[in-house]
């Protein structure tokens, strides 16, 4: 789907709450995410995504824990915490909010 | 056929062509380097390693075990460039296509005066002007040359203070800002690809210049060790002459050629001396107007030239022993040396009423010299009276003066 460049922004800004909202399902490796991520509006590449999540576990809202695999290397494996389980709730609660608002204006 | 380099990629190791091989360092450094202030930086380097260690296994086969450069290139495009927090790209807009900024997140990329090593033929100064001005490297060579004889040689010191100023560009952000360019990671690919390119063009050029530069050193080594050699062959003959008698010809010349080095350094020192004190060579003036400091570089230059195969035959001496008692004919020449300098001292500052007088009053001698021989630079490079920041420039002068002298003994 072709979406206007000048949407760019609404999705980087969007792409660390659509992490959030993919690893509170379930636990997830970055390759998963970016296969998640891929069959959407938002798909990103890893020379993004380990920045980002780095910076998310520094600010305490994913860690993650070691997990051997069958094919390959161990993988990193990310969960959300506490914080990140609340940041994901708050998140939600302002999109509905924000839907209402704009859907509210044109009236 | 291509050049293979082996890596190690977070603990895995893999075989890249070569062009490749730039392709992905020059990625990696940018990744350094975009997340130099990142708390994580150790962990996410090794997490990117691991991730394009898992998408280059993926084109290995069993019967092929090395990764093209296309290859590289592809995985790299699907890593995608390196961003932190305040440039984090949406990512792909379509979904194959991710999207590549194309404008440097840092804003225009700032241009740096460096010193580029490749290609240069002394120190790199020229190549990194080129590079800045992106013109012909010749052409800055050119320019140099015309400038120095302009100036009377004063461009020289240009040169040589810019040599010990500007920084070399080691790293391929800093090539990059050599030349102005914008720095991002595809276009740092597509630069490593295209210097590739030049390189493999140029090698002629450089075999060329190799040559000539061989030949340069090849001739001037002739020269200076001219009768080094002749003194040598004489040496040998003479010490392997016959087994016992041979040695001790040798512990013989050793003597005779501590005691000449020691008078000719002891000569030499006194010639500067006096030339820097009195303008004239034990009071022999010196013809024509030939500065004092060029006359002190060409007393430099004749004693390297006489000190050199000196060196040789005393090394000849020590080759020529069998070696077993090398360190004990090196011993031997250096307390006879010593000695021999210790004594032409004593016996100087004894005997000589000049040299006496010198030492009596050393640190205004000192002085003099110092001064009769900034006066000498001043009067050479302008007729104009002293300005403190050709002082400066001076001692860089002597200073580099001095520099090339060590490296000429060596």
């Known amino acids: 789907m072709p979406a206007d460049q000048k949407f760019n922004p609404i999705r980087k800004g969007l792409l660390e709450f659509l992490i959030l909202q993919i690893i ?18 938002f798909a990103t590449q890893e020379g993004t995504l380990y920045p980002l999540l780095s910076k998310m576990r520094r600010e305490e809202f994913v860690d993650y824990e070691w997990q051997e695999s069958d094919s390959g290397p161990p993988r990193k494996y990310y969960k959300l915490t506490a914080k990140g389980k609340s940041q994901l709730a708050e998140f939600k609660d302002y999109w509905a909010y924000l839907n209402t608002t704009i859907n509210q204006l044109g009236r | ?38 708390p994580d930086k150790t962990e ?32 790299l495009k699907e890593m995608g460039p390196v961003q932190t927090d305040g440039a984090t790209p949406a990512g792909a807009t379509g979904g194959e296509q991710p999207h590549v900024g194309t404008k440097s997140s840092a804003g ?38 015309v400038l120095t004889v302009l100036t009377g040689g004063l461009w020289t010191l240009v040169y040589i203070g810019m040599m010990l100023v500007v920084p070399f560009a080691n790293t391929g952000e800093e090539h990059a800002a050599a030349a102005g360019a914008p720095f991002n990671a595809q276009e740092v690919i597509d630069q490593a690809k295209k210097h590739y390119a030049e390189f493999k063009d ?5 075999r060329h210049w190799r040559q000539q530069r061989r030949e340069w050193r090849r001739r001037w080594h002739e020269g200076a060790y001219w009768w080094g050699h002749n003194l040598q062959r004489n040496v040998h003959q ?34 500067i001396v006096s030339l820097a004190t009195t303008g004239a060579i034990f009071g022999w003036v010196i013809g024509g107007s030939i500065p ?16 050199r195969p000196l060196r040789h035959a005393r090394r000849a001496i020590y080759f020529n022993t069998n070696g077993y008692n090398y360190l004990w004919f090196a011993a031997w020449y250096e307390i006879l040396s010593t000695g021999v300098l210790i004594l ?10 000049q040299v006496h007088d010198f030492f009596q009053h050393f640190v205004q001698n000192w002085s003099t010299m110092w001064n009769n021989l900034i006066d000498s630079f001043r009067h050479t490079v302008s007729h104009k009276p002293s300005d403190s920041w050709l002082d400066a420039k001076l001692s860089g002068a002597a200073a580099a003066a001095s520099t090339a002298f060590l490296a000429l003994r060596r």
């Open chain 1, 24 to 41: 509170s399902a379930d636990k997830v490796y970055v390759a998963d995410m970016m296969k998640r991520l891929q069959e959407t509006d």
């Open chain 2, 1 to 38: 056929m291509n050049t293979v380099i082996i890596i190690n990629l977070n603990g895995n190791a893999f075989h890249l062509e070569e062009p490749g091989f730039q392709s992905l360092r020059a990625y990696l450094e940018r990744a350094q380097v975009q997340l130099r202030d990142n």
């Open chain 2, 44 to 75: 996410i380097m090794a997490d990117l390693e691991q991730a394009i260690a898992d998408k280059c296994a993926r084109y290995l086969r069993p019967h092929k075990n090395v990764l093209t450069a296309a290859e590289i290139d592809d995985v």
């Open chain 2, 108 to 145: 225009p990329a700032p241009k740096r005066l460096y010193q580029i090593r490749e290609g240069a033929m002394l120190s790199g100064v020229c190549t990194g002007i080129a590079a800045y001005f992106s013109i012909d490297v010749t052409i800055v060579r050119i320019l140099f040359v």
């Open chain 2, 202 to 206: 140029s090698k002629e050029w450089r």
């Open chain 2, 238 to 271: 003479f010490s392997t002459g016959a087994g016992y008698g041979g040695h001790l010809g040798a512990a013989l010349l050793i003597p005779f050629l501590a005691v000449f080095n020691a008078l000719l350094f002891c000569l030499w020192i006194a010639a």
């Open chain 2, 292 to 307: 004092l400091w060029v006359s002190i570089l060409i007393l430099m230059f004749i004693y390297s030239v006489i000190a």
């Open chain 2, 344 to 353: 032409v001292c004593w016996f100087a500052y004894t005997h000589v009423p």
